[in-house]
Each structure stands twice: as C-alpha cells, then as structure tokens.
C-alpha cells in the first residue's frame, strides 16, 4: 500500500536512483512465487549453461518486481511472493542475494532514507556457497 499511495516513484535520491513509478516498475511473473530463500551467485556455478538458466528463470525471475534500477545490471527488487515475501533483495547479472541484513520493506526503506552511507547493503553475502538444490 506504501508503494502504491506514498513511495510511488519517490524522489528522495539514492547514489543518483530513485525508486521507480509503479506503473513502469518491471514486474516479474507474478502470479509465481520466487523461490530462493538464500543468496545465488550462478556466475560461481560450475553446472551447464543450460543448466542454470533453466533454474534461473524457474527461481528467480518470478514472483517479484523492481524498486529502484542501480544501473550496471544492478537492481534493488521486493518479493512478491514466495518464502522471502516482503523482502528486499539485490539482483545483479552474475546472481542474488537478499540486503540489509533480510531487511523487510519497511526496514530496507527506512535504512535507504535515513541511514544511506552507513549502511552495508551486502552484509548477508557469505563467500563460497551457492543456492542449490
């Protein structure tokens, strides 16, 4: 509802972003859920090609839609749906990970106003392992 009502293309700037319009916000099949629960990096995945996009595109460009486009294949996306519903997460073009310490919405946004420069939006990437299953 936030969205919707109040941050609906906000224009408090974040490393020159904003976060985008509802109405041109990239939304990803949302009627399915997204299915990691951890972070992927598929660019440290020694499996097929093949392989991995198959995955990808079954677990992760589902079930959620663009806050704000960082540039350089980077973006901040909420979870619609699935088991991190409410969840802000980086994607980037080598994988994806949840931010702020799994920060919901609310905590992720108010970090985002407030707390911009002091806050390590990675703190929850470890090294070494991979989403899968």
Known sequence: MFLKEVGNGCEHM???C?????E????QELASPF??????IWEDDERDAD???????????????ELINLGCCMSYRLIIIGKCRGEVWNFTDVG?????ERQDFPGWFELWL??????DYFKDYVYGE???E
């Open 51 to 65: 392989i991995i996009e198959t995955e990808r595109d079954h677990k992760v460009y589902r079930g959620n839609m």
């Open 114 to 119: 407030d707390h911009q420069e002091k806050t």
């Open 18 to 22: 904003r976060l985008n319009d509802l």
């Open 24 to 27: 041109s916000s990239l939304c």
């Open 35 to 40: 299915l990691l629960d951890r972070f992927w």
């Open 96 to 100: 994806v990970q949840p931010c702020c």
């Open 14 to 16: 974040f490393e020159g």
């Open 130 to 132: 991979t989403d899968q």
